[in-house]
C-alpha cells in the first residue's frame, strides 16, 4: 500500500517544533472526523469504523495533550526529551494514517454492499 504525505511533515527539533506538530496533528484529526460526520451527531458505521475512529480519538487526546503540555512554559524540556517525542509523533503518526485508511476502506466496503444488495428495477422492454 503506498503511504500518504498527507500526514508527513519535518518536526523542527524545538519545542516550539513540538508545539506546531502537534496542534496541526490535532487539526487534522478534526477535521478528519468532521469530514466523515459532516453535520450528523453520530451514524451508522461499520465496526471497524467504529474501532479506528475511537483510535482516532485517543490520538487527538494525546496531540492535544502534546500540545498543552510543551505549549507551557513553565515545563522544562530537554534535548533528549524532543528527539524521543519527535520519534513518538513519527509512530503516532503511522497510527493515525492506519486508521484514517481503516475508517475509509470500512466505510467504502459498506456502502458498497448496501448498494449491491438494493434490488435494481429493470426496464420494460416493449
Known amino acids: 500500500m503506498p503511504r500518504s504525505d498527507w500526514f508527513r511533515a519535518e518536526i523542527p527539533e524545538t ?3 513540538l508545539v506546531r506538530v502537534a496542534l496541526v ?11 466523515v460526520f459532516g ?25 492535544d495533550g502534546l500540545y498543552e503540555l510543551a ?5 522544562p524540556v530537554t ?5 524521543q517525542t519527535r520519534r513518538n509523533i513519527r509512530e503516532l503518526t503511522k ?10 476502506l470500512s466505510c467504502t466496503r459498506a456502502r458498497r454492499q448496501l ?3 438494493v434490488p435494481t428495477a429493470k426496464p420494460t422492454l416493449h
Open 15 to 17: 519545542k516550539e517544533g
Open 25 to 35: 496533528r490535532r487539526e487534522e484529526l478534526d477535521g478528519f472526523v468532521e469530514g
Open 39 to 63: 453535520k450528523e451527531q453520530s451514524l451508522e458505521l461499520p465496526e471497524r469504523a467504529h474501532r479506528a475512529l475511537d483510535t482516532l480519538s485517543e490520538l487527538r487526546a494525546i496531540f
Open 71 to 75: 505549549g507551557n512554559p513553565t515545563k
Open 79 to 83: 534535548a533528549d526529551d524532543i528527539v
Open 95 to 104: 497510527v493515525g494514517e492506519r486508521e484514517i485508511h481503516e475508517v475509509i
Open 115 to 117: 448498494l449491491n444488495s
